[in-house]
């Protein structure tokens, strides 16, 4: 009698080992992953979303304007300006931070291309959009809005150092902003004539009528 449970419970277990075979092939064939693959792939997957490519390294806006005196030692700091918080100067509030923080944070424009720089510009140079004194940077961080200075430095600058900083931003934010314009456009050099032949071997002799030909 015990010999005949123990068979019975050894068949039972080998049809339940049969079901689950045939439930990860079927699940295998469907493209569905074992229940035990899932705590593993799933981090897995979101770690590499996470993390950055390789090669590819990370820009911090807020650090960008200490690069932009570096190329560009002649560009008005105007960080005179007293915080709000502590009382005393603040130092790295700086025209080039607020620059770049007005660009991306208060008009959402894209840092990597030419023509949204130029917009900024206007927007101080006051020929596109107004400049709005309750969001510009600075605007409760500083006891003063340096929005009117910041507006009146900007547009005493001439087209060629406008050009000069835009260039610097556009770079910063892309440093293969040269890499994908493509070769300039270049001119063919139109070919230059050949020199005339010339006649190998003495003239000919004067032939009888040609002097008939000089009459016409």
């Known amino acids: 009698m015990a010999g ?18 045939v439930g990860l092939s ?11 693959d899932l705590p593993e792939v799933l981090p897995r997957a979101a770690a590499q979303e996470v993390s950055p490519p390789q090669g590819r390294q990370r820009v911090d806006p807020r650090q960008l304007w200490r690069q932009v005196y570096e190329r560009l030692p002649d560009f008005p700091l105007e960080n005179q300006y007293i915080s709000a918080e502590t009382g005393e100067v603040d130092p790295e509030n700086t025209l080039a931070s607020r620059l770049i923080s007005y660009h991306l944070y208060v008009k959402n424009r894209l840092p990597m291309f030419r023509l949204d720089w130029k917009l900024t510009l206007a927007d101080y140079l006051g020929v596109l959009e107004e400049l709005d004194e309750s969001a510009y940077p600075g ?20 087209r060629q150092q406008r050009e000069e900083l835009i260039e610097v931003l556009v770079t910063l934010f892309n440093p293969n902003y040269h890499n994908i314009q493509g070769p300039t456009r270049q001119t063919t050099p139109q070919a230059t004539p050949p020199p005339p ?20």
């Open 4 to 21: 005949r449970q123990t068979m019975m419970q050894w068949q039972r277990k080998g049809q339940a080992v049969a079901w689950i075979g």
């Open 26 to 36: 079927l699940g295998l064939s469907l493209g569905i992953p074992p229940q035990g």
């Open 197 to 216: 032949r010339t006649p190998v071997g003495p003239p000919p002799l004067p032939q009888s009528g040609d002097a008939d030909l000089l009459k016409l």
């Open 139 to 158: 605007n409760g961080v500083l006891q003063e809005n340096p929005m009117v200075g910041d507006r009146e430095i900007l547009s005493q600058l001439n």
